[in-house]
């Protein structure tokens, strides 16, 4: 984007975001989360020394907006290969950033396993309660009564469980430095949901284990909603059930002590 | 590394081939019988200054690996049949983004969980890829602790030459005997050229992407006949060993242990005054085809000998269809045979005793 004569520019994109339109649907809430990791990776100034892992699912593309190099992951499988880049390559920075399905259903073995070994990466989690890029089916995460295409009665806690809130369940874990669930429906908490991400890249860069941030989004398409709907959804009845706040945090007792 | 020989378990030499070799990281889940490797690894790679990760599973091993390889780094996972089932997506996605790695498959008898006794029922796992999209790796097979010691050094070599993950298929017997090995330091250990390729931080470079997934019109397509190419090139690589095969009648193929034992019986038969050679493929992927149709030219007949119920036999008989048929001897997983019990399927074929 390039600034005309007369005009003023108030409002950029960080360098780490590449200038061409996402694939994402209007109103989806992947590309603000895409955004929030590009503008920390600029502030931290490591974006050359930065390793992306993509997953499978609608964020799969993400390796196209954000310029850094990348690697592709096997649908769940991304903290697992976040694992072998890291240690292939301690000194860089190394990050995944998958849905729902990926990371809680296929690849929760992967995802909790990384957790507990305290590998020192930085996992971004978008929960949008659904399969986005297979067309709207039940996710691990999709909440009790939500139709969808797999689930046309709506999900039975009776038969399909309770919806799996995964930044408490991985918190307890001693590998787990940082745990935060942020949401990106409005402007207060698109910026808690920033300083959420700085601090699970900060963990990582003092290496003090796995960084893991949630970010509730809505996904405008499968729910059939229009964008404010969606995201009058994740609020009225996403955050009743996937409560906001950061579950762990080992900075935080050094400067209580401090 | 000055050279030194010791008496070592053939899972023992893969292990120590490997940090010979250069290898940087290593995954693995734990299952007979390769359990030495990981074993010996986790005490002596970290220090050579490697990273060793017991893995959650094959899964995971498999998926740290891509991520170890995708950064240039030499990298190695070892497992048994059962753990192969569960990599095969891993393997898959390595094939298709084009990053090196080295699989050790020390077979056990299957179907399911079969037992942990020899088996060449791997074979067709091995060689037709596998997995889904019709990927192929390169896969050698080592008969003796020495090729166990020196093709996994080389298969890092092959891995990084062609970028592609390469498997070395051995068995119960291969992986728990033990013979002397001649440690010696990469004979020649290629420079592995992965500065071009590798993710690292793009620095001041353009950012990398190493992937699998190619949507747009024709992309695949472009994708897949590069890959067919690749897997052609290979061929330059076949290796096969031939022992007394000029002047046989008969030309018995085996691979693997059965390859050591059918040896020795192919001696005894020589002995015996019969005209018997052995054709032994160190590469099962890419298959010495070319050599093996030279032989039929000439008119030999051929014995396939395996330990299963016939799976090598149908790239023999593709190799040779022009000019002549196999014939088969199968042992099956699990029975263990010596040379006296391959002798006399080979001696019925040569019109019985003389
Ligand atoms: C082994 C395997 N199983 C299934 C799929 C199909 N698949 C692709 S993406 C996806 C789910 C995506 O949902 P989610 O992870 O929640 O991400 P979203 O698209 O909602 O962002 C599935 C099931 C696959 N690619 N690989
Ligand atoms: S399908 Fe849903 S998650 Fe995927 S891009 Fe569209 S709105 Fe976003």
């Given at each position: 984007m390039s600034i005309q004569p007369g005009e003023k520019l108030v409002f950029g994109a960080p360098s780490?975001?590449?200038?061409r339109l996402t694939h994402?649907?209007?109103?989806?809430?992947h590309g603000i989360g895409t955004r929030l990791v590009a503008e920390v990776l600029e502030e931290f100034g490591c974006i050359k020394e930065t390793i992306g892992v993509a997953s499978v699912g609608?964020?799969?593309?993400t390796y196209n907006y954000i310029v850094a190099d990348w690697v592709e992951a096997a649908h769940g499988r991304a903290c697992a290969t976040a694992t072998g880049v890291k240690r292939a390559r301690p000194d860089r920075m190394v990050f995944t950033y998958q849905g729902d399905g990926d990371?809680?259903?296929?690849g929760f073995n992967e995802s909790v396993q990384a957790a507990n070994r305290g590998e020192h990466i930085t996992v971004i989690f978008v929960n949008n309660?659904?399969?986005?890029?297979?067309?709207g089916q039940m996710a691990?995460?999709?909440?009790?009564g939500q139709k969808t295409t797999t689930s046309p009665r709506g999900r039975n806690p009776k038969k399909e469980g309770a919806p799996l809130r995964m930044a408490e369940l991985l918190a307890?874990?001693?590998?787990?430095?940082f745990s935060a669930r942020c949401a990106m429906d409005s402007v207060a908490h698109v910026n808690a949901a920033k300083r959420a991400i700085r601090k699970a890249f900060d963990v990582q860069r003092q290496n003090l284990g796995f960084g893991f941030v949630e970010l509730l989004s809505g996904c405008p398409t499968n729910l059939h909603m229009d964008p404010l709907s969606a995201n009058r959804r994740v609020r009225e009845e996403m955050i009743p059930y996937f409560p906001l706040g950061?579950?762990?945090?080992?900075t935080a007792n050094e400067k209580a002590g401090a | 590394m000055s050279d030194e020989r010791i008496l070592i378990k053939g899972n023992e030499a893969v292990a120590y081939a490997a940090v010979s070799a250069g290898c940087k990281c290593f995954f693995g889940y734990p299952i007979t019988p390769q359990n030495e490797i990981p074993e010996v690894l986790s005490k002596i790679l970290p220090e050579s200054g490697g990273e060793f990760v017991q893995a959650e599973s094959e899964v995971g091993s498999a998926n740290m690996l891509l991520g170890a390889g995708a950064c240039g780094v030499r990298a190695m996972t070892s497992t048994s049949g059962p753990g192969i089932d569960l990599m095969q997506e891993g393997i898959s996605y390595m094939i298709g983004s084009q990053i090196p790695a080295v699989i050790v498959n020390m077979s056990r008898g299957?179907?399911?969980?079969?037992?942990i006794d020899a088996s060449q029922a791997d074979y067709f796992q091995a060689t037709r890829g596998?997995?889904?999209?019709?990927g192929r790796t390169f896969v050698f097979a080592p008969s003796t602790c020495q090729e166990c010691y020196d093709m996994v050094q080389d298969a890092f070599d092959i891995a990084f030459k062609y970028r592609t993950p390469v498997l070395v298929l051995g068995d119960a017997i291969i992986g728990q005997l033990k013979e002397p090995v001649l440690r010696h330091?990469?004979?020649?250990?290629?420079?592995?050229?992965?500065e071009g390729w590798?993710?690292?931080?793009m620095g001041d470079r353009a950012p990398r992407l190493l992937k699998s997934v190619y949507l747009e019109d024709g992309a695949l397509a472009a994708r897949n006949e590069m890959l067919e190419a690749k897997y052609k090139a290979m061929r330059a690589d076949i290796r096969v060993e031939t022992i007394?095969?000029?002047?046989?009648d008969l030309v018995v193929v085996a691979f693997g242990s059965m390859g050591r034992i059918a040896r020795s019986a192919v001696q005894l038969a020589r002995e015996a005054g019969h005209k018997v050679g052995l054709f032994r493929p160190q590469?099962?992927?890419?298959?010495p085809s070319e050599q093996l149709e030279e032989l039929a030219k000439q008119g030999k007949r051929f014995l396939v000998i395996e330990q299963?119920?016939?799976?090598m036999l149908d790239d023999v008989r593709l190799a040779i269809r022009h000019y002549a048929d196999a014939d088969f001897f199968g042992v099956m997983p699990g029975i263990f045979v010596d040379a006296e019990e391959l002798l006399t399927p080979i001696l019925e074929r040569m019109g019985g005793a003389k």
């Open positions: 780490t975001l590449s200038d994402y649907c209007p109103g989806c809430h609608c964020s799969v593309f990371l809680a259903a296929i309660t659904i399969y986005g890029m297979t067309g691990p995460t999709s909440l009790i307890p874990l001693d590998g787990v430095a950061v579950f762990k945090d080992v | 299957g179907p399911g969980l079969g037992s596998g997995s889904h999209g019709a330091a990469p004979r020649n250990k290629q420079d592995d050229k992965a590798r993710v690292e931080g007394d095969t000029e002047d046989a590469t099962l992927f890419p298959f299963n119920a016939g799976q």
